[in-house]
């Protein structure tokens, strides 16, 4: 009963994020006495099982939402967003370079300084831990540990769409209640230190120390990320490497690393017990010493780490393991990982939002479902290769769920990088960071033997790389049952079937593999007209399909090395609707915040012709050699798209830049609806373009706001001749151009338009039915900890 109820707990607590809305705390807590009423009662062994897990699940649910709660109450509050404000406190994370030459770090608050219009009893509750940047010449990562700064904030904030990543998602993960930019920064020696603030301390000193003593290495931000757990060095190509060979958690300390150092403390400190003479250690003294000793070592090694939520999640496991293997404890194997799911979940009740909660738990389950059944007495090489199998295919769904690919050369990378890591990489890496700390003159040998190690793994890899083979992109289904059969195959002491089995998935593997990855599939058709307004931030990117055909306008903004809408938000949501070709691409004009990731976007897509206001500008950003003929949308006339009537229109004459915007009219006529993208036209082309087309009438018409709602567009007569059902803007959130523009936002709403803002509305969803619009916002449909929409 004792495990039915902890298993309870944990489904709690996970259930409780695919809620939309937090459960009001003290219905849970009235809830979860009645379950536990009800186990005293009833004698049926079923039903005192059921009123456990009940029990259980409640009880996890009122836990999880009370630190729910309590985190929400800890973010800024609206009414000080953009405000300059003081704050003391001190550094809570490594300082690094960002980009536009940034240092950026986690701050965490001690003591806020009201702003002269606010007293301390007016001032709202305030934030704990801040994500800052800090620009300008004068910004350095050298930065003292206790700090005063004048900031600007804004509440935790980020792109949402159907699919892709959430960075408010993270924010929320990592307990940050706002970010913003460092105004003035200067030293507060009299602010109080406690323990925590020692700890960081004394963890940046010593990644710095190191730093500085292993920067002459050539393989130096590899090694600082094992050694450390800091990948502050890290440049693009390196996780360009691991991400295509499936090794980036080679570079974040888990449980192999702590594993290992556990492993390693275990072996020597055994060998030197048994050294003592005998009788002065009775065998359970030296497990329970051994033990302790191993949970010392992994905790220390943990801290040096950073204990970052991985790296804690790490420590839970294999202290709890080596509580069951040192101490000889007779449980079960997965009696200890149940253990560890609650240790982890009732420490960290957050976890669930980690993808590296789901992939690390589900790589031990397998494993320890493996080697307690069928491979007990497997040697190294066989366990090796079934456990990298098994892992393999029972992440898949995993990944598959959280939006990744599986990639084919990862299974190979990790059957030459772990065992390199474990055996060679790390051994090496501890013993080399206990000389240099004992004798300073062996830095130089020290880093020879260091970068040798770690040159063989990183040639390995690379050359991996070079392949990059992603398996297809499959359905949850089909990878289930993939999954389903390998592990039977694996478990099951059928030798036939296995053969059979090895068989069968090999060629459908090569079959798949040889017929590609889909790219040449039809798209999925599209029940009724849609379009998606995508929430790329400063940008625009626009979605429209009917049938199997399928148009973007624009592709949002992208900044190397920093962000791609393209990658970010095109690619994940496209591919989620069952995209594979691009029939017509309108890139409105060659600005950055429009045309960005166009080779990206090529590699992911057939896309068939390009249409823009600015053919050679555009013409010159597609990748080399895609055979594309860019036209011009000038004078081009009508076009079908499904149902859908296409309408193209640009500024007469010769204008550059934002006049040159191909303007785009959808109309349709089962709708009734009518469809306006302007790109970035200016008050100048929008007279222009109403004196041409002569807006007809519509049921139901749609305008992006020209320019993101800036106020050089949206002229009064705009306004006027078109007269919006529903305007859309899309910007970023609080951005330092300030769109849209209250005038703007004035003039619509004089209009009796509806405004929405894919800043606080997320990507916008229209569909074009018999009946009429039907308008979805992705914050609408996000969990709890997303905010709802707002109005612009």
């Known amino acids: 009963m004792a495990r039915i109820g902890l298993a309870g707990f944990a489904c709690g607590v996970i259930l409780l994020y695919s809620l939309e809305r937090l459960p009001p705390l003290y219905w849970l807590i009235c809830a979860t006495a009645i379950p536990f009423l009800a186990f005293k009662v009833v004698d049926s062994p079923g039903l005192r099982a059921m009123t456990m897990l009940l029990a259980g699940a409640l009880a996890g649910m009122s836990w999880v939402t009370w630190q729910a709660q309590a985190r929400q109450q800890d973010a800024l509050s609206a009414s000080l967003e953009g405000e300059v404000l003081e704050v003391s406190g001190y550094l809570c994370s490594v300082p690094s370079t960002g980009s536009f030459s940034s240092v950026r770090f986690a701050f965490c608050a001690e003591q806020w300084h009201p702003p002269d219009h606010l007293t301390d009893g007016d001032l709202p509750a305030m934030p704990r831990k801040l994500r800052l940047a800090w620009y300008g010449e004068e910004a350095t990562t050298g930065i003292p540990e206790r700090l005063m700064l004048r900031v600007v904030l804004k509440r935790p904030h980020g792109a949402v769409n159907p699919e892709g990543f959430r960075y408010e998602s993270w924010l929320y993960r990592k307990g940050f209640g706002a970010t913003g930019t460092v105004r003035e920064l200067a030293p507060d020696a009299d602010l109080d230190c406690h323990l925590v603030c020692h700890y960081h301390s004394w963890r940046n000193g010593l990644v710095r120390a190191t730093s500085e003593r292993l920067s002459g290495a050539r393989h130096f931000p590899l090694i600082s990320s094992l050694l450390l757990g800091y990948r502050g060095h890290m440049e693009p190509g390196h996780w360009d490497i691991l991400k295509a060979t499936g090794t980036i958690h080679l ?259 090569m079959a798949m593999l040889v017929g590609g990855t889909g790219d040449s599939a039809g798209n999925t058709p599209a029940e009724d007209p849609e379009l998606w307004i995508w929430d790329v931030g400063q940008g625009l990117s626009v979605m429209v399909r009917d049938q199997d055909r399928v148009l973007v306008y624009d592709t949002g903004p992208a900044l190397e090395c920093v962000y791609s809408a393209v990658d970010s938000v095109l690619i994940p949501n496209l591919r989620a609707l069952g995209v594979h070709n691009i029939d017509t691409l309108v890139i409105s004009h060659g600005d950055g915040d429009h045309a960005g990731g166009l080779p990206h976007l090529f590699e992911n897509f057939g896309v068939g012709r390009v249409i823009t206001g600015e053919p050679e500008r555009v013409a010159g950003m597609l990748p080399v050699g895609s055979g594309t003929t860019v036209q011009s949308c000038a004078d081009l006339g009508r076009h079908a798209l499904g149902d859908l009537e296409l309408s193209f229109w640009r500024s007469p004459g010769d204008v550059k830049g934002n006049d040159a915007s191909c303007v785009l009219t959808i109309r349709n006529e089962s709708s009734g609806a009518e469809v306006v993208l302007p790109g970035d036209i200016t008050r100048r082309a929008e007279r222009f373009h109403v004196a041409d087309t002569q807006p007809k009438s519509a049921d139901f018409r749609v305008v992006l706001a020209p320019h993101h709602g800036s106020k050089t567009s949206s002229s009064e007569d705009w306004v006027r001749e078109l007269a919006p059902d529903l305007v859309v803007f899309s910007a970023g959130y609080r951005h330092r151009f300030g769109h849209p523009h209250t005038d703007v936002v004035s003039r619509y709403r004089s209009a009796g338009s509806r405004l929405l803002n894919t800043a606080t509305s997320g990507a916008v ?25 707002e109005s612009p």
């Open 251 to 509: 570079v974040a300390i888990s449980g192999l690393h702590l594993g290992l150092v556990a492993a390693g403390t275990a072996f020597v400190c055994r060998r030197l017990l048994l050294c003592l003479p005998a009788g002065r250690l009775s065998p359970g003294r030296l497990r329970r010493l051994v033990f302790l000793l191993v949970s010392l070592a992994s905790l220390v090694y943990a801290l040096a780490a950073g204990f970052s939520v991985p790296t804690r999640r790490a420590l839970i496991m294999v202290i709890i393991a080596g509580w069951i293997l040192l101490a000889a404890r007779r449980t079960g194997a997965f009696t200890g990982l149940l253990g560890a799911l609650v240790v982890v979940l009732a420490s960290d009740p957050f976890s669930p939002l980690d993808q590296g909660f789901w992939l690390s738990f589900g790589a031990v389950s397998v494993l320890v479902l493996l080697f307690s059944s069928r491979v007990r007495q497997a040697g190294w090489l066989q366990g090796l290769l079934l456990a990298q199998l098994a892992v393999f295919v029972a992440l898949w769904p995993i990944l598959q769920v959280l939006g990744q690919s599986q990639v084919v050369t990862g299974f190979v990378a990790n059957l030459f990088a772990i065992p390199w890591v474990s055996l060679v990489v790390m051994p090496l890496l501890v013993v080399g960071a206990l000389v240099m700390m004992i004798t300073p003159a062996a830095d130089g040998v020290a880093i020879g033997v260091l970068d040798l190690a770690f040159g063989v793994l990183w040639q390995g890899l690379s050359w991996l790389a070079v392949l990059d083979i992603a398996m297809p992109s499959l359905g949850l289904s089909p990878v289930l049952l993939l999954a389903g059969v390998v592990m039977l195959a694996l478990l099951l002491p059928f030798r036939g079937f296995r053969q059979a089995t090895t068989a069968l998935v090999s060629l459908w593997i």
């Open 765 to 789: 969803q229209l569909l074009l039915g018999e009946d009429g619009v039907s308008i979805s916002e992705a914050r609408a449909e996000t969990p709890f900890w997303i905010r709802k929409p």
